[in-house]
């Protein structure tokens, strides 16, 4: 009864019916809207308000600007470095390894500075030459052993002003019990709170101002290069007035990590270890055990090998569950379930499973009259020391072994290695005029059938399929590089 006095009090106030009826219609979709939410259109609304706000935090995490400062050493350019340079660090809106050399195949930003002894003195410099014309937000320090994910960096920072002095990372306090924590003014009583080199952190660019203007200041700041880097980074930048965020999220969980993820979902278990019982003394944060250790939207992990950051990359952004928008990525069921037949032949069967040129691999997984005496006869032919020339002819030994239709190709390319056997060749599947595809040399087998040595051999076989010779052709061979062509033969 109260709803139905509200309706008539309104109808009183109301000048045009129609907006009578357009109110009654809203206040009821409202209400039952509220009452249920399955409704079709609450489903609507709600889903665009997600959307919505999904798309503003995009944007908001596109605007943050990170410039990453990766300290190494020349000897490790082609190993740590170029892992690095491949993986997270690309996601860096501008990446800068210093080291002691330049490197045509890494940015580098060269200083005269080498050894962990000299990482202050390194990083001092580092930060002063952060060129003033690039256009950044926020300064990521991080090691060569490091794996960051930038965009949980993004998120987090995307929450505060970079024009405010502010430094991020993971918080330690080095104890006034151990010598290297010791003020460099002499002062073995004061704890520091400081933030750790290997999980990475990250200065505001005020708080880079700050660092590069007042690091001079030998009250404030270590002189010289010796000290430990990220203590004396901290206690600088907390002397300078630049504010510690506590970078856990919302249930606690850290983000930044010194050590490895496999370390830090088992730390309570293992921190009496050598190598991680440092944290008993400097650990500031409570540990847990499990998934509880670790944010959803963890940013850093430290001590890595090379294998490891490259698994790292694979989980986080290639691996993923199948969910209903995916693409399906089965192989049909016809082409994954493999004969029954041809499980007796072993041999065969591995040569199958490595072709990498699906077409062929389900024209041979279907064929039902594989004779597999005669297949592997032609399969294990080996001619020693055979060589191939560019505008040869040859045939695939797979469509001889399996007797399928005779393909004809053209050598447009040969390309040796440092393993003669593993020689590769660049084929065109129609004599010149078709489509370009790579095989090892060790699949093919020349256009010979004439000569007798070979009717004695792999080609005077039963039920061998008789093909149709093409005559060489003049063109000039096409000009392509190993890397440009896509698809394999066989």
């Not at 032919?381 to 002819?393: D, S």
């Not at 005029?433 to 060790?442: A, D, H, I, P």
Request: glycine share 4%.
């Amino acid at each position: 009864m109260s709803v139905i006095r509200a309706f008539k009090t309104i109808d009183h106030t109301l000048k045009h019916k129609q907006l009578y009826v357009m109110f009654v219609v809203i206040f009821t979709i409202g209400v039952y809207g509220l009452m249920y939410e399955n409704i079709v259109g609450t489903q609507i609304v709600s889903q665009m308000l997600v959307l919505q706000h999904h798309n503003f935090k995009e944007r908001e995490h596109a605007k943050v600007r990170v410039m990453c400062l990766i300290p190494t050493e020349f000897k490790n350019h082609q190993t740590k470095a170029s892992v690095i340079n491949s993986t997270w660090a690309k996601r860096c809106d501008f990446l800068q390894f210093v080291s002691d050399q330049p490197d045509d195949s890494l940015p580098v930003m060269v200083l005269n500075s080498s050894g962990w002894g000299n990482l202050w003195g390194k990083t001092k410099t580092m930060f002063s030459a952060v060129n003033a014309s690039v256009e950044f937000d926020w300064v990521l320090k991080a090691d060569t052993d490091s794996y960051i994910i930038m965009e949980n960096l993004k998120s987090l920072l995307s929450h505060y002003n970079s024009s405010e002095p502010l430094f991020a990372g993971s918080i330690y306090i080095c104890r006034s019990n151990t010598k290297e924590c010791n003020d460099f003014d002499g002062d073995g009583n004061t704890d520091q709170v400081y933030m750790t080199g290997g999980a990475g952190y990250v200065l505001s660019r005020e708080a880079v101002r700050r660092f590069v203007s007042g690091h001079v200041d030998q009250t404030k700041c270590r002189p010289g290069d010796q000290g430990p880097e990220d203590v004396e980074m901290s206690r600088c930048l907390q002397r300078l007035g630049v504010s510690f965020i506590d970078t856990r999220d919302k249930d606690g969980r850290n983000r930044f990590f010194h050590f490895s993820a496999e370390d830090a979902l088992s730390l309570p278990e293992n921190v009496h270890r050598p190598d991680l019982s440092w944290i008993l003394n400097y650990g500031i944060l409570p540990m847990a055990n499990g998934a509880e250790c670790c944010s959803k939207k963890a940013i850093s992990f430290h001590h890595l090998t090379t294998q490891q950051i490259k698994m790292m990359e694979y989980m986080v952004y290639a691996l993923r569950p199948q969910t209903s928008e995916d693409e399906d990525l089965n192989m049909p069921a016809d082409e994954a379930t493999l004969p029954n037949a041809m499980l007796d032949h072993s041999d065969i069967l591995e040569v199958v499973m490595n072709i990498r040129n699906a077409t062929l691999r389900k024209a041979i997984l279907l064929k039902q009259d594989i004779n597999f005496t005669n297949a592997a006869q032609i399969l294990n032919k080996v001619k020693q020391n055979e060589t191939f020339n560019i505008g040869e002819l040859v045939y695939l030994k797979l469509d001889l072994a399996m007797e399928l239709p005779e393909r004809v190709l053209k050598i447009e390319q040969v390309i040796d290695t440092p393993e003669p056997e593993k020689t590769w060749l660049i084929l065109n599947d129609n004599v010149g005029v078709g489509n370009l595809c790579k095989v090892e040399k060790s699949k093919v087998v020349g256009d010979d059938k004439d000569n007798e040595d070979d009717k004695e051999g792999i080609y005077n076989i039963e039920n061998n399929i008789t093909t149709t010779r093409i005559p060489d052709q003049t063109e000039k061979p096409q000009e392509v590089t190993f890397l440009e062509v896509v698809s394999f033969c066989a």
